[in-house]
């Protein structure tokens, strides 16, 4: 009976012709009697069930690709199943994600990408010159010549080279040492693993990490993840978002009754808020940290998008080295960027690197253990990067249309973020500080009673309401401020100035209908 059973399990049996010719088998027969007698087993419970998972894992909240944006993916289905909309497309605003939005690759960017892919094309006359002199740098340090082998866990070493250059340029003459830049899955990667060696503790000495509020969600995400304690302070919306030193000394005094402040994150351009530090804001903030004994994080990955004519970037590795050894010597600091932002928008690629300085010699070698885990970021990124970092120059032959198509992007992106402010501050009921720089806007909205007794109703919070009912009667899809933090009892949105300018224009006007309408709907 068992050798019955198992050749039924497996298809094979003898088989013989039944009375109206289909084939049948008694050892089939005699097996299906013997299954029907045993007893059937019951289903196994789970291993994984939402009570058993990391508790921290589930704490994790990403709003920007939060559940709107899942209500956002059904709404497209919908659409293109036929069901019928007020509109024909869902505009994915939510995200900084320029070419998805219509933004052209930068030329010279993919043609050395191009060739270090298929390194035969370094033969072709179609390739400049001075593409194919990086791509062959690139290719030589990399083991076989190919993009496809691994790197050093610290990436690259001719691309870290390339970078501390790019550094010492962009500041000035500020020395970088190549030891101390780590390349990147882009900087999320490299926050998330500075994150991980910081964070230790329990009780009241578990690592405190203060963060802006308003803030990107990847932030608030890892310290859940590694059971941290989240230290808010709040920007002054007042005053176009600016960072005031009182504000961190309030949040680090009332953070030390619950836990040890140990991080200071700074993003410089903001993001969601677009606010650019000034000098002796930046001054101010590395003196705290000293006075405070803080690991700084600077994230300046938007360092490119400055707009407003008044404001400047200003990197905290320079201010560091400029206040003198006191400071230099002793403030420990990681600063990051990407190529996902800037001019380039290539997002894809998840290149990126880090500059940590003044990390204590035994850390440093954690570090580097830390990142041999996953073995090396995407080769492919790491040269996207530096591509970045090492431009064409004046004389190369790719200089002028580099330069031509960087000024391009960036003048467009300084014209849409204006244009972006001036309407929103024409609408009732929604005020738009000056967008001085990064991608996005985050103007504060007004909601009525009637609309927030109706999100109650709902189970959301009253911006969350609002942005879902934007997209559910617009297609226009947006980040609650809510997923960022604000102050108790404000609302807020954030919108991506990245959709080419006609397109803008049309996000922007569907955004003042609605809101008139919502306004009246709810008075």
């Not at 196994?44 to 209500?71: C, F, H």
């Not at 190919?146 to 962009?170: F, K, P």
């Amino acid at each position: 009976m068992q050798r019955a059973a198992a050749l039924v399990r497996r298809g094979c049996y003898p088989r013989t012709l039944g009375p109206w010719g289909r084939g049948q088998s008694s050892a089939a027969a005699e097996a299906s009697a013997v299954l029907k007698v045993r007893p059937e087993r019951s289903r196994r419970d789970r291993i994984l069930t939402l009570e058993s998972m990391n508790p921290q894992v589930k704490a994790v909240e990403y709003a920007v690709r939060g559940p709107i944006v899942l209500k956002a993916g059904e709404i497209e289905l919908e659409l293109q199943r036929g069901i019928k909309k007020p509109f024909t497309e869902v505009i994915r605003a939510n995200i900084g994600d320029a070419q998805a939005m219509g933004q052209q690759p930068i030329t010279f960017l993919r043609q050395v990408m191009a060739l270090c892919t298929y390194p035969n094309l370094l033969d072709s006359p179609s390739f400049p010159e001075d593409a194919k002199k990086r791509a062959r740098r690139i290719l030589q340090a990399c083991g076989g010549n190919s993009l496809g082998s691994y790197s050093a866990s610290q990436g690259v070493n001719c691309i870290r080279e390339d970078v501390a250059a790019y550094v010492t340029r962009r500041d000035g003459g500020v020395p970088a040492d190549p030891d101390n830049i780590y390349l990147t899955t882009g900087a999320s990667d490299g926050i998330s693993t500075i994150l991980k060696i910081l964070v230790s503790g329990g009780g009241k000495s578990r690592t405190g990490v203060m963060i802006p509020i308003p803030q990107y969600p990847l932030y608030s995400a890892v310290i859940s993840e590694l059971d941290a304690i989240q230290v808010n302070y709040y920007l002054d919306e007042d005053n176009c978002w600016a960072l005031n030193v009182n504000e961190l000394r309030r949040a680090v005094r009332e953070a030390k009754e619950h836990c040890d402040p140990k991080v200071l994150c700074i993003i410089n351009p903001g993001n969601p808020t677009g606010q650019v530090q000034s000098r002796k804001c930046i001054e101010d903030v590395i003196h705290f940290a000293w006075e405070e004994k803080l690991f700084l994080l600077a994230d300046e990955v938007y360092q490119d998008n400055v707009y407003s004519p008044d404001c400047r970037f200003h990197s905290f590795k320079k201010v560091l080295y400029e206040m003198g050894p006191e400071y230099s010597s002793n403030v420990e600091l990681a600063s990051f960027h990407s190529t996902s932002k800037g001019y380039m928008g290539e997002c894809g690629y998840r290149g990126g690197y880090m500059e940590v300085i003044n990390l204590h010699p035994e850390i440093k070698g954690q570090l580097v253990k830390l990142l041999s885990v996953r073995l090396c970021p995407p080769v492919s990124g790491q040269a996207a990067m530096d591509i970045v970092v090492n431009p064409p120059v004046p004389g190369e032959e790719s200089f002028e249309q580099f330069s031509r198509e960087k000024e391009s992007v960036l003048g467009n992106l300084a014209r849409k973020a204006k244009l972006t402010e001036d309407l929103f501050n024409q609408v009732p009921g929604i005020h738009c500080n000056p967008l001085q720089g990064a991608m996005y806007a985050f103007p504060r909205i007004f909601i009525p009673a009637k609309a927030m007794e109706a999100a109650q109703a709902h189970k959301m919070a009253p911006d969350m309401f609002y942005c879902m009912k934007l997209l559910e009667e617009t297609g226009i899809c947006v980040v609650p401020g809510s997923g960022f933090g604000q102050r108790e009892g404000t609302y807020h949105f954030r919108m991506t100035i990245l959709p080419p300018v006609e397109k803008l224009k049309t996000v922007l006007q569907k955004v003042k209908d609605f809101h008139i309408k919502f306004l009246e709907k709810y008075a």
